[in-house]
């Protein structure tokens, strides 16, 4: 029980607006697109500046609460939001400078993608990030950052120079390649385990128009189109970033379908997809100049807040024909028409010339990273659809490694987030041990301190 003078006290400190249970806006604050996710913070505080995250850190210390944090609130696992504990919602901080001629952005944490590319691609510019807009730029790139430029540019965290963080001791620190290192090192690729992030500096780079968009097939030839795009990934160039994936067009149709994304000349672009145009028989081609942040915004529709989510997600050894089989026959067995599921990145180029343990974020080698991403609308299909991504996931096993991408897994518990970490794990301990020793920060896909 928090004193209410002290909570009292807190809440006048903060130059953001704070909620408790029973004020208006509170539960729309607390909720998050995963609609499978439903916890009651004691308190939420909206912040609007590193001050008032440093408030927040010195509170919870002192009357031992626990602390979620909240960037855009994607994370399938729910990990921003807290039971009776301390919410840290970063969502109003969206500052956003951009240096055009150092070809740089300083972008605050509640930034969605959307809003990130706005600003960046007003002069031309853009880094890579996902590809849904409403993601948080935050967790996104704390724990990876896949998207249509990585091959090119590298993952998102790849790109980051610098960032200010608030430590589990309430101090804010920045932490780059030359000042606080260790930090620095720790931040790419563990989730938020060692702070909370109030700014963030990115490398940006010259993009746009790019050639991108989908070719879609019945779900009936699943087997001869993912065959098809491991034969085609073979040989594709850092400008092209190519995903397959079963889902369900707006009309009830079952497709399977391959996107992409070329980031090149619009003419060397069209000869590199050619093939992928004459494969097959498409039932839909919308392959087509486009701008980046139309682009950038393709899946959106496909991904309403407020729907159930749950999912499973491994990187494959190889897409060899056991796998091959595996993801064609659930893919024809999908129990909703609102999953991703399969879904297959290819993953190439600029992410696989960073060695595996010059960030944090260990998953360089790893050509193809699986997903089944299963949404669905009522609370009642609920078992089914979980039981049927597990059986997925376990049915394709034998194919996957043993670390999954931190971002795209629900929760899973210690032992996943040790190998989701993989040979960083014990370095990632060892300065767990050094910057939090108290485990202050754990609603993230965590790493355990041993102190
Ligand atoms: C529809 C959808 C599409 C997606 N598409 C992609 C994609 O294309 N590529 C890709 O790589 N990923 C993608 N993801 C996964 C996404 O990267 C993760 O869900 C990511 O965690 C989202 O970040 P967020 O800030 O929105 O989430 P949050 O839930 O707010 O945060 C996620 C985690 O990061 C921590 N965190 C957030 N901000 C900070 C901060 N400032 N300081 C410290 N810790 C912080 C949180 O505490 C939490 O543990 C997608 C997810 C969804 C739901």
Redesign the pocket.
């Known amino acids: 029980m928090i004193p209410l003078s002290a909570l009292q006290k807190f809440r006048e400190s903060l130059r953001g607006q704070s909620l408790c249970p029973g004020d208006p806006g509170y539960d729309a604050t607390r909720a998050?697109?995963?609609a499978m996710i439903n916890r009651k913070p004691a308190i939420i505080a909206r912040c609007i500046g590193a001050s008032d995250v440093i408030a927040c850190v010195r509170f919870a210390r002192e009357h031992d609460l626990t602390v979620?944090?909240?960037?855009?609130?994607?994370?399938?696992a729910?990990?921003?939001v807290c039971d009776g504990g301390l919410m840290i919602d970063?969502s109003a901080m969206k500052g956003i400078r951009v240096s055009p001629a150092q070809r740089t952005a300083r972008a605050e944490?509640g930034l969605t993608l959307g809003e990130f590319d706005r600003e960046t691609q007003a002069f031309g510019l853009a880094t890579t990030l996902?590809?849904?807009t409403?993601?948080?730029?935050?967790?996104?790139t704390?724990?990876?950052?896949?998207?249509h430029l990585h091959a090119k540019y590298g993952?998102?965290l790849d790109n980051l120079t610098a960032v200010d963080?608030v430590t589990a001791d309430g101090r804010l620190l920045t932490a780059s390649s030359s000042e606080n290192p260790d930090l620095f090192w720790a931040v790419r690729g563990s989730?938020?385990n060692f702070?909370?992030?109030?700014s963030l500096r990115y490398r940006l780079y010259e993009v746009g128009p790019v050639l991108g968009g989908g070719i879609f097939y019945p779900v009936s030839k699943a087997a001869e189109v993912l065959r098809f795009f491991r034969e085609f990934a073979k040989g594709i160039p850092d400008e092209l970033v190519i995903q397959a994936a079963a889902l369900t067009f707006p009309d009830g149709v079952p497709v399977i379908g391959v996107a992409a994304c070329y980031c090149g000349a619009i003419l060397e672009g069209e000869k590199v997809l050619k093939p992928l145009r004459m494969f097959g028989k498409p039932v839909a081609d919308l392959l087509q100049v486009r701008s980046y942040l139309e682009m950038q915004s393709m899946?959106d529709p496909f991904?309403p807040p407020g729907r159930l989510?749950y999912v499973k997600s491994s990187f494959l050894r190889t897409l060899n024909e056991e796998a091959i089989e595996t993801l064609a026959q659930y893919a024809n067995s999908c129990p909703s028409p609102y999953s991703f599921a399969p879904a297959l990145e290819h993953w190439h180029g600029a992410v696989s010339r960073v060695g595996v343990t010059e960030t944090a974020f260990p998953h360089r080698q790893s050509s193809y990273n699986f997903m089944a991403w299963s949404n669905w609308e009522n609370a009642a299909d609920s078992e089914k659809n979980i039981q049927w991504t597990r059986e997925f996931a376990k049915a394709l096993e034998p194919n996957l490694i043993a670390g999954s991408?931190v971002?795209?897994v629900s929760d899973e518990g210690e032992a996943s987030a040790r190998a989701a970490y993989g040979p960083n794990y014990d370095r990632l301990v060892a300065l767990k041990n050094k910057h939090d020793p108290t485990n202050f920060?754990r609603?993230?896909?965590n790493i355990t301190p041993r102190v």
């Open positions: 998050i697109p995963n979620s944090v909240r960037g855009g609130g994607h994370s399938v729910g990990k921003s970063l944490p996902g590809t849904v409403k993601t948080g730029i935050s967790g996104l704390l724990g990876g950052g896949w998207g993952l998102a963080l989730s938020g702070g909370i992030v109030t899946f991904f989510t991408y971002n795209y920060f609603m993230n896909h």
